[in-house]
């Protein structure tokens, strides 16, 4: 993976794919899946939604790190059996065959599978709504994968993959922050 602009990284997630959230509890590595995201702003602050039925998120809630990943749809079986299966009784690296890569400000672990990775630190915690409040510490993208389209999760076990990109940089011009 190559390291690139964290002021940059929320145009990894303003279209809404599905992700994985990866966790280092001290001695192993986890993953998640989350749908449920949010880009907050530019920096990027990010919200997520998640809460303690969730191994990862004690252990998001403890050690205030995690990383992002968004994977291409090539691993879209891989990141529903993630999605099902609890991290305290399965190793998901090892059972869904992803490869974890040392991050450099967090100790849970980049996804070499994946797209995109953001190192986040847990900046904020709202109990109420369930909403992990993140900032984006670093940046990494993977552009040797060969498939590039992610997907986005409609809620009801159904699922829809990026499709033609249409392009209004122009028209958006004074609401694109310098150098995106
Ligand atoms: C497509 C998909 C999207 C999901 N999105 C979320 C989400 O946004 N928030 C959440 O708390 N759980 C979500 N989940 C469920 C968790 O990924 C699931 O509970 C997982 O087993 C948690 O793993 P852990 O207990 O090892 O942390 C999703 C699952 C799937 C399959």
Same mark, same amino acid.
């Given at each position: 993976?190559?390291e690139?602009?964290i002021?940059?990284a &929320?145009?990894?997630?303003? #279209?809404?794919?599905?992700?994985? =959230?990866?966790?280092?509890? %001290? *001695?192993?590595?986890?993953?998640?899946?989350?749908?449920?995201?949010?880009?907050?702003? &530019? #920096? $990027?602050?990010? !919200?997520?939604?998640?809460?303690?039925?969730?191994?990862?998120?004690?252990?998001?809630? +403890?050690? *205030?790190?995690? @990383?992002? !990943?968004?994977?291409?749809?090539?691993?879209?079986?891989?990141?529903?059996?993630?999605?099902?299966?609890?991290?305290?009784? =399965?190793?998901?690296?090892?059972?869904? #065959?992803?490869? #974890?890569?040392?991050a450099k400000t967090v100790?849970? $672990?980049?996804? *070499?599978?994946?797209? /995109?990775c953001i190192e986040? /630190? @847990?900046?904020?915690?709202?109990?109420?709504?369930?909403? @992990?409040?993140?900032?984006g510490e670093r940046a990494w993208?993977?552009?040797?994968? =060969?498939?590039? +389209?992610?997907?986005?999760?409609?809620?009801? %076990?159904? &699922?829809? @993959?990026?499709?033609?990109?249409?392009?209004? +940089? !122009?028209?958006?011009?004074? +609401?694109?922050?310098?150098?995106?």
């Amino acid at each position: 993976m190559r390291e690139m602009d964290i002021g940059k990284a &929320f145009t990894f997630l303003e #279209s809404g794919p599905v992700t994985l =959230v990866t966790t280092f509890d %001290g *001695k192993k590595n986890n993953i998640m899946t989350i749908s449920w995201h949010m880009i907050m702003d &530019f #920096s $990027p602050h990010i !919200a997520i939604s998640t809460g303690p039925w969730n191994t990862s998120f004690e252990v998001m809630m +403890r050690t *205030k790190e995690c @990383v992002i !990943a968004v994977p291409g749809v090539n691993l879209i079986e891989a990141v529903i059996g993630i999605g099902t299966v609890n991290g305290d009784i =399965v190793d998901k690296f090892d059972k869904f #065959s992803l490869t #974890s890569l040392a991050a450099k400000t967090v100790k849970a $672990p980049l996804i *070499k599978e994946c797209l /995109k990775c953001i190192e986040c /630190k @847990v900046i904020d915690y709202v109990e109420k709504h369930g909403l @992990v409040i993140l900032s984006g510490e670093r940046a990494w993208i993977n552009e040797t994968a =060969v498939e590039q +389209r992610t997907f986005h999760a409609v809620g009801d %076990g159904t &699922f829809i @993959v990026d499709g033609e990109m249409m392009e209004y +940089r !122009a028209m958006m011009g004074n +609401r694109l922050p310098p150098g995106v």
